[in-house]
């Protein structure tokens, strides 16, 4: 044999065993490689990426859009979390059914909100493609620390420093809810969608709000700091956007101080060393709260639901519409975050709308909400204005049983909560 031969020559002594191991690991690179080539025309390896290190660990360079090169054969996983209290669900529900979850069925819902007499509206999630969590709790004080004080600032904050915590951890929560969910099934969610239960969204979430290695936010609101009202980004983006309770010890570190939430955010992106980008998003924040109108430069405008254009999370209502075209215009521009809503001049000066908040919701509006809504919307309106308590009890038993993980009071509990009377 040719390799004995050769082995002799340098004057080894090779056995049977020997010379079959030697065959073996001469032929097992070519093997490596014919595997490899055949991954690579499957496309499960991407030849660039074949040897570079894991996802989780690769610094943030690309700009590419969706979908990511080596998930070609596998659609992104995407997380959905909804956040905050059921107060309006009724009217904004359905709006984030057509527009998020339904835009995007492979995506998992996670919602992370309080405890509260209107909680027994959520029952209309039971129409999302997927629910993978739900959490619905009993708020606790969050202690006031040292540091969380010096960071924070309770002006303008109708529930002080405390409040604040409370909208933190309500935030933070998305990712212990999320990251459970992962450990669990031991898989990775490319993308995370944070968004806001109260929000009423008017178009579709574009898929140009998935952006790698950047966090993306809407313009306008931002209140010295950036629009913390919604927010998409990849895991690592998000993991650091999201963590607003656990990173206040950094930003008291880093000599940030008196921060309102939308500056506390912007800190957070910039100690992560996180890039943000801006992008125009047709949701409107639907809030019962009154304001001042006209609203002075440091005003916040309420505008009309009815609004054309996108709104990026601007607070509204369903209004008679108390200012439009060039008024609307005129009171913009002399806010102090006027800039955020110039840039959108070409639909501002003709769609957006603004509404007189100083009162409580105008009578009648419900009928303003149906006509700007649909008829599909003004139906589940309706439908939640007569429910009762056992068709509520139904729908929540539905939807525990489809809910992996399922951290909420009972169903008859959280029905029994809001509809006592019935
Ligand atoms: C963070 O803030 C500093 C100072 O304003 C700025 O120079 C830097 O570009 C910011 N970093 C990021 C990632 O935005
Ligand atoms: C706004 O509405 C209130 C009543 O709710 C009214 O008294 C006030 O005059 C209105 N303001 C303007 C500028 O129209």
Same mark, same amino acid.
């Given at each position: 044999?040719s390799?004995? #031969?050769?082995s ?9 065993l020997?010379?079959? +191991?030697i065959l073996f690991?001469?032929?097992?690179p070519l093997?490596l490689?014919f ?22 660990l690769q !610094?943030f360079?690309? /700009?590419?859009?969706?979908?990511p090169?080596?998930t070609?054969?596998?659609p !992104? ?8 209290g059921?107060?309006r669900?009724?009217? %904004?529900? !359905? ?5 998020l979850?339904?835009q995007?069925?492979n ?5 992370? @909100?309080p405890? &509260?007499?209107?909680?027994y ?8 493609p997927?629910?993978?969590g739900? #959490?619905i709790?009993e708020p606790?004080w969050?202690?006031e %620390?040292? =540091? #969380? ?8 904050s109708p ?12 935030v933070e929560g998305c990712l =212990?809810?999320?990251s459970a969910?992962? @450990? ?7 993308w995370i969608i944070? %968004?806001?239960?109260d929000?009423?969204w008017?178009g579709p979430?574009d898929? =140009?709000?998935?952006q790698?290695?950047?966090?993306v936010?809407?313009p ?9 009202r919604f927010g998409?980004?990849? #895991?690592?983006?998000s ?7 656990s ?5 008291d ?8 939430s939308e500056?506390?955010?912007?800190a957070q ?7 943000v +980008?801006e992008? $125009?998003?047709?949701?409107c924040?639907?809030? &019962?709260?009154?304001?001042?109108f $006209?609203p *002075?430069?440091h005003?916040v ?5 009815g609004?054309v254009? $996108?709104?990026?999370?601007a607070?509204?209502r ?5 200012c ?6 005129k009171?913009? =521009?002399?806010?102090?975050d ?6 959108w ?5 003709? *769609? ?5 908040? /100083?009162g ?10 149906d ?5 599909e919307a003004a139906?589940?309106?309706r439908?939640m204005?007569?429910?009762?308590r056992?068709?509520?009890?139904e729908?929540?038993?539905?939807m525990?049983?489809r /809910?992996e @993980?399922?951290?909420? $009071?009972?169903g008859?509990e959280i029905?029994?909560?809001?509809l006592?009377?019935?």
């Amino acid at each position: 044999m040719s390799i004995q #031969r050769i082995s002799t020559v340098a004057g080894i002594r090779i056995t049977n065993l020997d010379s079959s +191991r030697i065959l073996f690991l001469s032929l097992t690179p070519l093997l490596l490689l014919f595997i490899a080539l055949i991954a690579y025309r499957r496309g499960i390896i991407d030849p660039f990426l074949a040897f570079s290190p894991p996802k989780s660990l690769q !610094p943030f360079s690309s /700009t590419e859009l969706l979908p990511p090169p080596d998930t070609a054969d596998q659609p !992104p996983r995407i997380a959905i979390c909804l956040v905050g209290g059921a107060r309006r669900f009724e009217l %904004t529900g !359905p709006s984030i059914l057509k527009n998020l979850l339904k835009q995007y069925p492979n995506a998992d819902l996670f919602l992370n @909100s309080p405890l &509260d007499e209107n909680a027994y509206k959520f029952f209309l999630l039971n129409d999302a493609p997927r629910i993978a969590g739900v #959490r619905i709790f009993e708020p606790e004080w969050i202690e006031e %620390t040292e =540091s #969380r004080i010096r960071v924070l600032s309770s002006r303008n904050s109708p529930n002080g420093i405390q409040g604040l915590l409370q909208y933190f951890n309500l935030v933070e929560g998305c990712l =212990s809810l999320i990251s459970a969910y992962e @450990s669990r099934h031991h898989c990775t969610y490319d993308w995370i969608i944070r %968004t806001r239960v109260d929000g009423f969204w008017t178009g579709p979430l574009d898929p =140009s709000t998935f952006q790698p290695a950047t966090y993306v936010v809407p313009p306008g609101s931002r209140f010295g700091g950036l629009n913390d009202r919604f927010g998409s980004g990849d #895991r690592l983006a998000s993991i650091a956007a999201l963590s607003r309770l656990s990173l206040i010890p950094r930003l008291d570190a880093s000599g940030y101080h008196n921060l309102n939430s939308e500056s506390a955010f912007k800190a957070q992106l910039n100690i992560s060393n996180l890039q943000v +980008r801006e992008i $125009p998003l047709p949701f409107c924040v639907l809030s &019962d709260r009154r304001y001042d109108f $006209p609203p *002075g430069r440091h005003g916040v405008p309420v505008a009309s639901m009815g609004s054309v254009g $996108p709104l990026n999370g601007a607070k509204c209502r369903p209004c008679t519409v108390a200012c439009g075209g060039e008024c609307a215009a005129k009171i913009v =521009s002399g806010l102090i975050d006027e800039r955020s809503w110039t840039e959108w001049r070409e639909w501002r000066e003709e *769609g957006l709308e603004l509404c007189n908040a /100083t009162g409580d919701w105008e009578e009648g509006w419900e009928e303003v909400f149906d006509r700007v809504a649909g008829e599909e919307a003004a139906a589940k309106r309706r439908r939640m204005v007569a429910v009762e308590r056992n068709a509520c009890e139904e729908e929540f038993e539905k939807m525990r049983q489809r /809910t992996e @993980s399922w951290d909420a $009071p009972p169903g008859e509990e959280i029905c029994r909560l809001g509809l006592r009377k019935k």
